[in-house]
């Protein structure tokens, strides 16, 4: 048996149970990813690092794997090669995102033509990632967990990035609902703010989570019984404003 702190909590996870399970996590590289990624390997998991930057290495238990959410391809391909080399999925962990400044009535922050690689990558990759996992999730019944956002279930003026965690809110919705009776459960996990180097200027001096924080939430979802689907985890900061 293995113990993993999750919010002041001891989850017991049989570790002979997982020790061939396999976890997969995109935007992988740094942040909330890097972070879930680690408790994985600890909680006995092989992991499946997956990011735009990773440089291609596989051993026996960890695999840095080059994927772009953004497209289809090369997520399908990603899942492909996973399962055909390690012969299941059990979890996947669809976290790959950006963010860019916006506004609808001024000039301030991005450009209009860069917010469509926002909007692709936040919405498109997490549904991509989805749909190509999932035949393998149903195979294991396994957990899809999908990172969203606290900014995803308030106003946040001029913020597109904010639309694509309602997004993600509304797509772990409908993935939940066609699952049912698969046995396949489905997460979306709503950080507030993330001490990650995402953070804007004007709110560096706010609580922030850690990134540790989050993954913890992740494990303590995949962590449950077969029969409990944890849908829905907001973890805020102490003493972060409900509507920041």
């Given at each position: 048996m293995r113990g993993i702190q999750t919010g002041g909590t001891d989850v017991s996870l049989?570790?002979?149970?997982?020790?061939?399970?396999?976890?997969?996590?995109?935007g992988a590289s740094r942040g909330i990813g890097a972070a879930t990624a680690s408790l994985?390997?600890?909680?006995?998991?092989?992991?499946?690092?997956?990011?735009?930057?990773?440089?291609?290495?596989?051993?026996?238990?960890?695999?840095?794997?080059?994927?772009?959410?953004?497209?289809w391809d090369s997520v399908q391909d990603l899942m492909a090669r996973v399962e055909s080399r390690w012969g299941r999925i059990d979890v996947v962990l669809a976290n790959a995102g950006v963010s860019v400044d916006t506004s609808f009535v001024s000039s301030a922050g991005a450009d209009p033509s860069e917010w469509t690689s926002m909007v692709v990558t936040n919405v498109c990759g997490p549904a991509f990632t989805a749909r190509a996992a999932m035949p393998a999730l149903l195979r294991s019944g396994g957990h899809l967990v999908l990172t969203g956002s606290a900014a995803g279930r308030g106003v946040r003026p001029g913020n597109l990035y904010s639309a694509t965690k309602w997004a993600i809110t509304g797509l772990a919705q409908a993935i939940r609902a066609e699952a049912v009776g698969t046995g396949v459960r489905v997460t979306v996990v709503q950080p507030g703010l993330v001490d990650t180097d995402a953070i804007p200027a004007s709110r560096a001096n706010e609580p922030k989570l850690e990134p540790e924080d989050v993954g913890r939430a992740v494990l303590y979802a995949v962590s449950q019984p077969s029969t409990v689907d944890v849908n829905?985890?907001?973890?805020r900061p102490t003493g972060q404003a409900a509507h920041r």
């Open positions: 049989t570790r002979v149970r997982i020790m061939e399970n396999v976890f997969v996590v995109t994985a390997a600890q909680a006995g998991y092989r992991v499946v690092r997956a990011s735009r930057s990773a440089e291609e290495s596989v051993g026996d238990r960890g695999w840095d794997a080059k994927c772009d959410v953004s497209s829905e985890i907001l973890i």
